[in-house]
Nanobody, 131 residues
Framework: HVQLVESGGGSVQAGGSLTLSCIGS????????MGWFRQAPGKKREGVAA????????YYIDSVKGRFIISQDNAKNIVYLQMNSLKPEDTGLYVC?????????????????????????WGQGTQVTVS
């Protein structure tokens, strides 16, 4: 059972920055597609950014391209989401997710689509509020 714990959320003014962290158990990040999702009140959960196993190809939704960066530290089992130039519409509960093991080209649809239903394990989330 994979355990994921997020931190780093908070309240920030528009234009500000935050960096979220997700600590995982075991060798999760070496073999799994990892993603950050967010859910705003009254809206569906959406994928924001994803990263292929071991820190490979990254994926972003259009609204955060050029502002957010997903990365990982394999030695520490941490996935980061650096968020810059934050906007009020970025407000939401940010949740880290593990898409399960994948290899090679199998990772492309899993990570690229960032479909919540395809993810295997979830953290509890950390709240981000932009005003």
């Amino acid at each position: 059972h994979v355990q994921l714990v997020e931190s780093g959320g908070g309240s920030v003014q528009a234009g500000g920055s935050l960096t979220l962290s997700c600590i995982g158990s075991g060798d999760t990040f070496l073999n799994s597609c990892m993603g950050w999702f967010r859910q705003a009140p009254g809206k569906k959960r959406e994928g924001v950014a994803a990263l292929e196993p071991g820190g490979g190809t990254t994926y972003y939704i259009d609204s955060v391209k050029g502002r957010f960066i997903i990365s990982q530290d394999n030695a520490k089992n941490i996935v980061y989401l650096q968020m810059n130039s934050l906007k009020p519409e970025d407000t939401g509960l940010y949740v880290c997710a593990d898409g399960g093991r994948c290899t090679g080209s199998d990772c492309v649809p899993l990570c690229g689509r960032m479909a919540p239903g395809a993810m295997a394990s979830w953290g509890q989330g950390t709240q981000v509020t932009v005003s």
